[in-house]
């Protein structure tokens, strides 16, 4: 396996990047301290999730991930000593290169530091590598229609709808319906020869 530099993004209130295994504990808390703030927009948890091995393992997994050109996950390190060492995430998976290049964008932060515009400060960095340094041309973000927070950073940001999935993923206990937004990156000088197979 071809290990990948671990990217390190830094913005004027934040430090992202993935986390180390020595993380596992801020994880553990993370996860603990939003359990129910998360649930109404989250996947089923993994067994174990909220234990020092299940945090070992998601880590794990994050650099395999980034390792295999999969999936690319920050994780939110507020330069404030006084907060929590990890306070949310954003992450770029299902990466496809070629003629798509294109990835889906997730993202998530601690409920006590909703409202500051940190996932608006954290969301420009990420997309900014998205395009720059992945070469990518389209980031697809969908979210459930009574998630409005979600909704208007989005819109913030330059994401336009493209449509609405009925029953599309399973999210806080059931099949829920979501509205299909996407950000396209108009600045990609090298598209024809990045756009081959292969490439």
């Keep these: 396996m071809n290990e990948r530099h671990v990217p390190v993004l830094e913005t004027s209130r934040l430090t992202l990047t993935l986390p180390a295994p020595d993380d596992a504990d801020a994880l553990v808390a993370y996860l603990e301290r939003n359990r129910e703030h998360l649930r109404p927009w989250s996947p089923p ?10 945090a070992r393992r998601r880590i794990e997994k994050m650099h395999v991930e980034l390792d ?22 954003v992450s770029l998976s299902n990466i496809v290169l070629g003629p798509f290049r294109a990835c889906y964008l997730g993202y998530q932060l601690d409920r006590t530091f909703e409202g500051r515009g940190l996932m608006h400060e954290a969301l420009t960095a990420v997309i900014r590598y998205a395009f720059d340094e992945l070469r990518l041309h389209r980031i697809m973000a969908n979210y459930v229609p009574t998630n409005a927070r979600s909704g208007s950073v989005l819109r913030r940001l330059g994401f336009v709808i493209e449509g609405y999935a009925h029953d599309y993923l399973f999210i806080g206990g059931c099949f829920r319906d979501h509205i299909l937004t996407a950000l396209t990156n108009q600045h990609l000088a090298d598209a024809e020869a990045l756009c081959t197979p292969g490439g």
């Excluded at 939110?76 to 306070?87: F, G, S």
Aim: aromatic share 10%; hydrophobic share 45%; glycine share 12%.
């Design 68 to 89: 295999t050109g999969a999936a690319v996950r920050f994780w939110l390190y507020p330069r404030d000593p006084a907060a929590p060492r990890l306070v949310g995430a």
């Design 45 to 54: 948890e993994a067994p174990g999730a909220r234990t020092l091995e299940g």
